[in-house]
């Protein structure tokens, strides 16, 4: 426990460099800020020619939030397969260090890429589409982002440590990034969906973070969102911790039998 934070920092700071090499100025400004913003819009408008402004700031909420999940899921699912891709998978398994607060450090920039992604669609369509909502109400939901960006976190590191094995790391976790569009309610009302699909996106973290959200957005007190909360944090939980039961179990079998190139 008394290496956690040094584990944790060299984490951070191993993230923070993968990143600063990737995302070049011409990357930001070329292809990650338009990507952000155009596919947001893309929806918004989608919806303010199916039902005016109201569904239009209803589409807002929910790809102002999807675009950091869907980030989210893919960069945190992509921390656990880097460690393959990289050639660092056999340091891990072989080192006598706790690999969970180092884990954790290399998922940050990840979360934090997902926060910015948030403000990228305040900045550029929130003026335009977010009528109603206020200055006010939009803080008080700050913390319920942050929530359940932390949540669906937990689905990307499952997403990788299951497929871990397999090259089909990124395909997955694209896929339940565009299912989680269809079955949370971005951009439709969710209790417009069958029962049956209603129940498969109660299953996944974004779902209840995204209800609550909304209430408060509309005005409600942290009261009346509490359970939805309660219940985002349990599924996200739940998820987090099968992802790091299954990873521990396939770094242990390494160990054990002592083929430490298995991935």
């Known amino acids: 426990m008394m290496q956690w934070p040094q584990l944790f920092r060299s984490g951070v700071r191993a993230s923070w460099a993968n990143l600063s090499v990737e995302l070049t100025p011409a990357v930001?400004?070329?292809?990650?800020?338009?990507?952000?913003?155009?596919?947001?819009?893309?929806?918004?408008?989608?919806?303010?020619?199916?039902?005016?402004?109201?569904?239009?700031?209803?589409?807002?909420?929910?790809?102002?939030?999807?675009?950091?999940?869907?980030?989210?899921?893919?960069?945190m699912s992509f921390v656990i397969e880097l460690e393959k891709y990289l050639g660092t998978m056999p340091y891990l398994i072989a080192s006598p260090a706790n690999w969970f607060p180092m884990m954790l450090g290399r998922s940050l920039t990840g979360y934090i890429e997902g926060l910015v992604r948030v403000v990228l669609v305040l900045i550029f369509l929130f003026p335009f589409f977010g009528m109603g909502i206020s200055a006010i109400d939009l803080l008080r939901a700050v913390p319920l982002f942050l929530i359940t960006l932390a949540t669906t976190s937990a689905l990307g590191w499952l997403s990788g440590a299951i497929t871990l094995p397999t090259r089909w790391g990124a395909l997955v976790s694209n896929?339940?990034?565009?299912?989680?569009?269809?079955?949370?309610?971005?951009?439709?009302?969710?209790?417009?969906?069958?029962?049956?699909?209603?129940?498969?996106?109660?299953?996944?973290?974004?779902?209840?973070?995204?209800?609550?959200?909304?209430?408060?957005?509309?005005?409600?007190?942290?009261?009346?969102?509490?359970?939805?909360?309660?219940?985002?944090?349990?599924?996200?939980?739940i998820y987090g911790a099968v992802a790091w039961i299954l990873f521990a179990h396939r770094l242990n079998v390494a160990r054990q039998t002592g083929n430490i190139e298995q991935f």
């Open 175 to 237: 896929t339940i990034g565009y299912l989680m569009m269809v079955l949370c309610g971005i951009n439709f009302p969710f209790s417009v969906l069958p029962p049956a699909v209603q129940w498969m996106g109660r299953a996944l973290p974004m779902t209840h973070g995204l209800l609550a959200t909304r209430a408060v957005l509309d005005g409600a007190p942290y009261a009346d969102v509490a359970g939805l909360m309660a219940i985002e944090i349990a599924i996200g939980l």
């Open 28 to 75: 930001i400004f070329a292809s990650r800020i338009p990507r952000t913003v155009l596919q947001a819009l893309f929806f918004i408008l989608l919806a303010y020619a199916a039902g005016g402004s109201e569904l239009a700031k209803f589409a807002l909420i929910g790809n102002m939030m999807h675009t950091a999940v869907f980030h989210g899921v893919v960069e």
